[in-house]
């Protein structure tokens, strides 16, 4: 019965109603809109940082990580490949062979980094094919792509010869001749500058270590899966011959960066959490102060006060479920919208983007805290200023009430 008048009392001022129910659903859509961007920033950042290179996970020899030498890369057997590929989650790993060496062309000369890696895999996880702007693909030994920044430098062209001297696995020399068949466009000036790649097989070669790998990149369908497949690996591989690492502890400064980042993002959220507090709070004093007559008319006809407050509480926690639920009907189009159409920025903005190996667009994320984080603040957020009201009816004088 009181959940009935609660919800008569609520529309018998629709006016009043249709401003309180604005007030909470805007409340909800701005937040949405703006925990939104920020989460859908946060996820492209780190699927371009997994995609780029690294991937989700890592399988090294113990002790690589901290000392990046060809002595600590590991043997791919049959074994540890059986072991991978059983991960449900995988969607595939990567081997590399990653090393320095001295490139020369002609008189011209200048240290590399080079990558071996297996052409199918490797553009599975990097697209690497994707990044060519001259000539073509690895595909056969003896083929070598390079960066364009080296290949400026070394005034070097597909078709050309490159000539790399390195030290290989136990101190072994390393020297060979490569047809440089690619140049590649990075975002970032670093790797356009040093980055070499040649055949896994041509790697393994070149630095005398067969069958050898420095890392295994691993790439999942679904990176919420991270913990749970490196857990798996973790008790199946030997952990005194073997490191599994995932994104986070290869990217660490990606880690530091984001929560930073979000910790500044939040307070601009508690910024456009206050305001809209303030604006609600101002809808509830119209409300009690528009109501104080029907109030004391109420408490003269012998009506409780603790059962007008339950009847307020009632009315102020439907507008708060109608506020909600307007809100996140009003902002899921939009942000259905930009998460399949995200935002392209140009400009210096898209330079910026590019430097830090980014795609110049802004991203929107329908995760389901987007939603549920917000609709339970500004929920919150409306039965705490509710205490307003009921104060307001709890102190009410009747006689001044009848006299408003």
Known sequence: MLLLIAWRNIWRNKRRTLITLASIGFAVFFACIMQSMQLGSYERMIENAVRFYTG????HEKGYWDDKTLDNSLEVTEGLQTKLSGETDLSAYVPRVESFALASHGTL??????????????????????????????????????????????????????????????????????????????PTQ???????????????????????????????????AVPLVKADLTSKLDTTVYEVMDWKELMPELVQSIE????????????????????????????????????????????????????????????????VVMGIVAASPILAYFYLNPIHVGGEMAQAYEKLGMEPILPFSLAPEVFVNQAQVVFIMTILMAVYPLWIVGKLKVIKALRS
């Not at 010869?161 to 440089?180: C, D, E, M, P, W």
């Open 260 to 323: 930073v980042d979000y910790a500044s993002g939040r307070i601009m959220l508690y910024v456009l959490y206050a305001i809209i507090a303030f604006g609600i709070f101002g809808t509830f004093i119209m409300m009690t102060n528009e109501r104080q007559y029907e109030f004391g008319v109420m408490l003269s006809i012998g009506m409780k006060r603790r059962l007008m407050q339950g009847m307020l509480f009632l009315e102020i926690i439907m507008l708060a479920v109608l506020g």
């Open 109 to 186: 000369t200048k240290g590399v980094l080079v990558n071996g890696i297996d052409p199918v895999k490797e553009t599975g996880l990097t697209d690497l094919q994707g990044k060519i702007v001259e000539g073509q693909y690895l595909s056969t030994p003896g083929d070598i792509m390079i960066g364009e920044g080296l290949s400026a430098y070394l005034k070097a062209a597909p078709g050309d010869t490159l000539v790399l001297i390195s030290q290989g696995y136990h101190g072994a020399n390393a020297a060979g001749k490569y047809r440089i068949v690619g140049t590649l466009k990075f």
């Open 56 to 59: 989700h996970i890592q399988v």
């Open 190 to 224: 670093e790797m356009s500058a040093q980055a070499a790649y040649i055949m896994l097989s041509d790697a393994q070669y070149f630095f005398n270590m067969p069958n050898r790998a420095t890392s295994l990149a691993l790439l999942l369908d679904n990176s919420e």
